[in-house]
């Protein structure tokens, strides 16, 4: 079946570490994005990507780096220099040319920092 | 810049309809979208209306657009307990890369 796989469901990492979260599509995207879900706060854009070796900040991108060198694959990483990044990460991906611009959803990374 | 808002929590009785608000600010919106989140899973896309529209019908669910006021609501009728979850409202523009812009959610929570 086709969608979008994040991993892991469930991360723990130390004040310091970075970490990265894994997200693949066999959907045949062009697009894939990165959210950040805090209590309260809805969605925020971290990073989305467009097209393979491109990719572009968006609302809250300090702190993270992402890289899009497969189409497939859009891997985020939380850098220790992101302040408070325990959240629920959201991978999600979207055909380019669509004109109702529906997203597709992984089922999310939940980080906690110790 | 771009905000959309909504009431965070809502409870209602199973059998009585539901009714969630929203407001947006960007009047270049082409697309808004209702998308539903279970807990500890991701988003699923429950429907969307084009900006052109005032009322989409789909089920038992109803969208209403007022573009004057910047207001889309999600009515649901026949509330089940399954309906329990955030839903969440989300502009955005056609080529705009599919760059949504989503509110911060509200909790429907459906009681026997």
Same mark, same amino acid.
């Given at each position: 079946d086709g969608g979008i796989t994040q991993s892991p469901k469930y991360l723990f990492r130390k004040e310091g570490q970075n970490v990265t979260l894994s997200c693949e599509q *066999?959907?045949?995207?062009d697009a894939m994005y990165w959210y950040r879900q805090d209590p309260g706060q809805g969605l925020r854009l971290i990073y989305y990507s467009q097209i393979v070796n491109d990719f572009q900040k968006g609302d809250i991108a300090e702190g993270y780096s992402v890289s899009r060198e497969k189409k497939e694959s859009f891997p985020l990483t939380v850098t220790? @220099?992101?302040? *408070?990044?325990t959240a629920f990460y959201l991978c999600a991906s979207s055909m380019? @040319?669509? *004109?109702?611009?529906e997203l597709f959803f992984g089922e999310g990374s939940r980080l906690t920092v110790l | 810049g771009e905000d959309v808002e909504q009431s965070l929590f809502l409870s209602v009785r199973e059998g009585d309809s539901s009714v969630i608000n929203c407001t947006y600010t960007? $009047? $270049? $919106?082409t697309y808004l979208y209702w998308y539903k989140q279970e807990p500890g899973a991701g988003l699923q896309l429950l429907t969307y209306i084009f900006s052109n529209m005032d009322m989409k019908q789909d089920q038992r669910l109803t969208v209403l657009l007022n573009k004057k006021d910047k207001h889309l609501s999600l009515r649901i009728a =026949?509330?089940?307990? !399954? =309906? $329990?979850a955030i839903y969440f409202c989300a502009e955005g523009l056609?080529? !705009? !890369?599919?760059k949504l812009t989503f509110g911060t959610g509200t909790q429907l929570k459906v009681e026997l």
């Open positions: *066999n959907l045949n995207h220790s @220099a992101q302040k *408070n990044p380019r @040319a669509q *004109n109702t611009g | 960007d $009047s $270049s $919106s =026949d509330t089940q307990t !399954g =309906d $329990s056609t080529g !705009g !890369g599919n």
